[in-house]
């Protein structure tokens, strides 16, 4: 049974910095692709950056050149690095998998997108910038 928990949310003043953890079991980690989402208080959920296993990464306009994703595979963790923090950035963040190749096999730039394709999701860490 694949769990993902993530951990590293809090509060931040705006352009701070937040790192947010996602640790992964119960699945063959490296193998799939993974991405951070995020959801603010009504609005949909929509995708923040995405990484698979050959490290091709995207990134939301939104974030570019402010966030950086990254993955360890020895410790089955996926970390969201958030620099120069906006309120805009202020939502519930969550991790999520694709374990069963869903999205991976689609192109890089497709997998923001394709929000309701990942099955494995975590429970979510509160980001708040004021």
């Known amino acids: 049974h694949v769990q993902l928990v993530e951990s590293g949310g809090g509060s931040a003043q705006a352009g701070g910095s937040l790192r947010l953890s996602c640790a992964a079991s119960g699945y063959t980690y490296s193998s799939y692709c993974m991405g951070w989402f995020r959801q603010a208080p009504g609005k949909e959920r929509e995708g923040v950056a995405t990484?698979?296993?050959?490290?091709?990464?995207n990134y939301a306009d939104s974030v570019k050149g402010r966030f950086t994703i990254s993955r360890d595979s020895d410790t089955k963790t996926l970390f969201l690095q958030m620099n120069n923090l906006q309120a805009d950035d202020t939502a519930m963040y969550y991790c999520?998998?694709?374990?069963?190749?869903?999205?991976?096999?689609?192109?890089?730039?497709?997998?923001?997108?394709?929000?309701?394709?990942?099955?494995?999701w975590g429970q979510g860490t509160q980001v708040t910038v004021s």
């Open positions: 999520a998998a694709d374990p069963r190749g869903i999205v991976c096999s689609g192109g890089v730039m497709s997998r923001l997108a394709r929000v309701t394709e990942y099955d494995t």
């Open positions: 990484i698979d296993s050959d490290g091709d990464i």
